[in-house]
């Protein structure tokens, strides 16, 4: 099946499934990510986005797990995850309980003549040059997913060279622990 449009008429959005974020504590031992991915994929979740870092602590690091399916077992995953060896928590974050954001770096042809719209971008969305050269830039951007994405679609007029993404970061809202 094809997608016709006439020059009045726009397709209609692709739907994704919805996004969950997860951010799981865990003692920071070998083996800790392999168990807790099995988790996800044996209930049909894939792993969106996967960012991994040591806590202030050294002996613990903090996973945020971007997560797309079926929201009825996300009670259910966010349970098994809990009583795996290793983990001391495991929550699921909405925007109205933490602040979530990521980071982007696209690099893309930029002529001399085209670095103004380039630049207005950037400046657009917030972000930084970062790197510039006769023919070239990369731009930073960050923020949520969303302006993420909007970003992007803008750089698409440019020849994009490459992207990288961070995936989201979590930080629960107020005094409650992420």
């Known amino acids: 099946m094809s997608l016709v449009t006439t020059s009045n008429e726009t397709p209609a ?25 099995q988790v996800f994929a044996r209930r049909g979740y894939n792993i969106d986005s ?31 995850v809990s009583k795996l060896i290793d983990v001391l928590h495991c929550i ?24 103004t719209e380039a630049l207005q971008i950037i400046d ?3 972000g930084k ?4 050269t006769p023919t070239s830039m990369i731009a930073m951007i960050n923020g ?9 679609s803008m750089f698409s007029q440019f020849e994009i060279i490459e992207t990288i993404r961070t995936g989201k970061i979590v930080m629960a809202r107020g005094e409650q622990a992420t």
């Not at 945020?64 to 349970?79: F, H, R």
């Open 13 to 37: 959005p692709i739907q994704r499934p919805p996004i969950h974020t997860i951010s799981v504590l865990v003692n920071n031992k070998a083996g800790v990510l392999m168990r807790i991915s």
């Open 124 to 126: 657009h969305y917030g």
């Open 50 to 80: 996967l960012v991994v870092s040591r806590g202030r602590d050294r002996h613990f690091s903090r996973m945020t797990i971007g997560i797309s399916g079926d929201p009825a077992g996300l009670e259910q995953i966010i349970l098994q």
């Open 129 to 132: 040059t970062i790197d510039l």
């Open 92 to 115: 699921e974050h909405t925007k109205s309980n933490s602040v979530v954001k990521e980071l982007l770096l696209v690099k893309f042809l930029a002529s001399k003549q085209e670095r």
């Open 144 to 152: 949520e997913s969303t302006k993420i994405d909007a970003a992007l």
